[in-house]
């Protein structure tokens, strides 16, 4: 985060309400969209940074914060200038989520039964336990059923600060479950589903059970064009960011990283 605010932030849309944002466009991410900014406030509404920043204790001056700590944890993760090189987050963030990440997972790993008490801690009113093993698969990228400390701030990186289109690659990740290099109409259902499931009872007004399937047949006519039945990267990314009204609509995506 910069001292003056400006940069890019984690939206995957420029505002709750599709409206476009008057900074200036970013023409290598197509003439609809433009990076969004950097806020503590948006970075804050990401319940993986408040679960962890909450678990951080109080520690003194900057000074007495030794490279992430290395020693301190049994998996040690890559020094902190590579990984302040590798994500958008300062040395100063970086340390802070380090420090509550190694509060909850003093072995320097997270597994799936913590991202599901996670998510049953911030969404109390619904059932967070498959989205949350979704989720968890996503960030697990080498699927061996646990989340370095890199990994997860990579991944974050990727969600909080980065460019429409790094976000909607991470987002067809996590639609693609079995990671076959396909997204089929079924995978986004169960998905889509899963967020409802978790979030959509206290929501209003209150959702309607055929609304995930409404949302997932709509989306899926526009982003599947060879009509094959599946839809590839290159499709999922070209439809997003051609329209808008997926865009709007995957604001509840951003809402439940």
């Known amino acids: 985060m910069q ?3 400006k940069g890019v932030d984690g939206g995957v849309l420029p505002d709750a309400n599709g409206k476009e944002a008057t900074t200036p466009v970013d023409q290598t991410e197509g003439p609809k969209w433009q990076r969004p900014r950097i806020s503590r406030k948006s970075l804050m509404k990401c319940c993986l940074v408040k679960w962890i920043i909450a678990s951080a204790a109080p520690q003194g001056p900057d000074s007495g914060d030794c490279d992430l700590e290395l020693s301190m944890v049994r998996h040690q993760p890559e020094g902190l200038e590579e990984l302040q090189a590798q994500t958008q987050f300062t040395r100063k963030e970086l ?4 420090r509550g990440f190694k509060n909850e997972c ?11 008490t996670i998510y049953s801690q911030f969404f109390p009113q619904g059932d967070a336990t498959t989205y949350a093993h979704f989720l968890f698969n996503a960030f697990d990228m080498e699927r061996n059923g646990s989340i370095r400390f890199e990994d997860f701030v990579l ?17 067809f990740n996590l639609y693609d479950i079995n990671k076959d290099g396909h ?15 978790m979030m959509g009872r206290y929501t209003s007004p209150s959702v309607r059970d055929e609304t995930p399937i409404e949302h997932v047949e709509r989306f899926f006519q526009k982003m599947d064009r060879n009509r094959d039945g599946v839809v590839t990267i290159d499709e999922f990314i070209e439809t997003c960011q051609k329209d808008e009204d997926i865009m709007a609509s995957m604001q509840l995506f951003e809402n439940v990283i």
């Open 3 to 5: 001292a003056d605010g």
């Open 183 to 197: 997204v089929t109409k079924e995978e986004m259902l169960a998905i889509m589903t899963s967020i409802y499931d």
């Open 106 to 116: 003093p072995s320097g790993l997270v597994d799936e039964e913590t991202f599901k």
């Open 155 to 171: 991944g974050l990186s990727v969600l909080l600060r980065g460019s429409v289109t790094d976000k909607l690659r991470w987002a």
């Open 95 to 98: 340390q802070s989520l380090y």
